[in-house]
């Protein structure tokens, strides 16, 4: 079965990083794109970044210039790496692949910036 598995998250100081790793199984993780999502308490799960296989990335406007996607087929991983964090980074982040029609999350990994 499919399953993500994210980690690296905590707790930073603002102007801070932190690089989230998410590991896939039970799909050919170089063929699909894959997702970073996030959710802040209160708001709807948004999309923060998303690499295509041939490692086309994009980014939602509030991350662009400060996040870094991108993905090691080898490992079955797609990285996430946080520069210049802010207070309202503070969310918990979830990675995403669909496969087959459906959407497959990862538990999600909490990501704290403190001002």
């Known amino acids: 079965q499919v399953q993500l598995v994210e980690s690296g998250g905590g707790l930073v100081q603002a102007g801070g990083s932190l690089r989230l790793s998410c590991a896939a199984s039970?799909?050919?993780?170089?063929?699909?794109?894959m997702g970073w999502y996030r959710q802040a308490p209160g708001k709807q799960r948004e999309l923060v970044a998303a690499?295509?296989?041939?490692?086309?990335?994009n980014y939602a406007d509030s991350v662009k210039g400060r996040f870094t996607i991108s993905r090691d087929n080898a490992k079955n991983t797609v990285y996430l790496q946080m520069n210049s964090l802010k207070p309202e980074d503070t969310a918990v982040y979830y990675c995403?692949?669909?496969?087959?029609?459906?959407?497959?999350w990862g538990q999600g990994t909490q990501v704290t910036v403190s001002s």
């Open positions: 995403k692949v669909r496969y087959k029609n459906f959407d497959y």
């Open positions: 039970g799909i050919i993780f170089s063929i699909f794109p």
């Open positions: 690499i295509t296989s041939g490692g086309t990335t």
